[in-house]
C-alpha cells in the first residue's frame, strides 16, 4: 500500500472524527480500503484507532447537538427534562410499581395517585415504575370522548 505515513494519519484522525461512511465519502475511498488503511494503521502505529467500534456507531447516529445532549445527561428531544441517574448502593433495591393511571380520564382519581406516591415514600422505595397508560389518549372507541376531561396528550400530560 503505497500510502505515506501523514496521509495515513490524516484518513484514521478524519475517521475517528467523524465516522466510515464521511471518510469514504471525502477521501473517495471504499470502505474496504478504508479497513486496509486501519490495519496498516495499527500496524505502523498511526493515529488513534483505538476507538470502540460501537462508540462510532452511537457517533454516526446522532447529530453533534444529539451527542452533547446525550454526555450530559440529557434526554435527545428538546425541552425534554434531563434523565435521572438513580445511585443504588446495597444488596437490595425497593421497587414502587404503579400501573395504568389513565391521566385525563374522567375516572381518573387525582388523590388515589398522590396517595401511591405517599406509600411509597413512606415504604422507602427507591425507584418506581409505570406501566400500563399513563394518560388515556383518545381510542375512538365509540363513546370514549364522554369519558375524558382533557382532550388529546398534550393536555393529559400536564396533569395532575
Known amino acids: 500500500m503505497g500510502i505515506s505515513k501523514e496521509k495515513l494519519q490524516e484518513v484514521i484522525s478524519y475517521y475517528v472524527h467523524n465516522g466510515e ?4 465519502q471525502a477521501f473517495g475511498i471504499t470502505e474496504e480500503t478504508l479497513g486496509r488503511y486501519r490495519r496498516k ?10 476507538m470502540n467500534k460501537t462508540m462510532r456507531d452511537i457517533i454516526e447516529m446522532y447529530s453533534e447537538d444529539e451527542l452533547r445532549a446525550i454526555a450530559r445527561g440529557g434526554r435527545i428531544m428538546p425541552g425534554a427534562t434531563k434523565v435521572p441517574v438513580v ?3 446495597g444488596k437490595h433495591i425497593k421497587v414502587g410499581h404503579i400501573t395504568d393511571t389513565h391521566i385525563g380520564s374522567s375516572f381518573f382519581n387525582k ?9 411509597f415514600r413512606k ?15 383518545m381510542s375512538g372507541r365509540p363513546g370514549h370522548i364522554y369519558e375524558l376531561d382533557q382532550l388529546g396528550y398534550a393536555q393529559q400530560s400536564r396533569r395532575p
Open 21 to 24: 461512511k464521511d471518510t469514504c
Open 111 to 119: 388523590s388515589r395517585l398522590f396517595q401511591a406516591f405517599e406509600e
Open 123 to 137: 415504604e422507602g422505595v427507591d425507584f418506581i415504575t409505570h406501566s400500563g397508560d399513563v394518560t388515556e389518549g
Open 41 to 50: 494503521a495499527r500496524e505502523k502505529g498511526v493515529g488513534c484507532d483505538d
Open 87 to 89: 445511585e443504588f448502593s
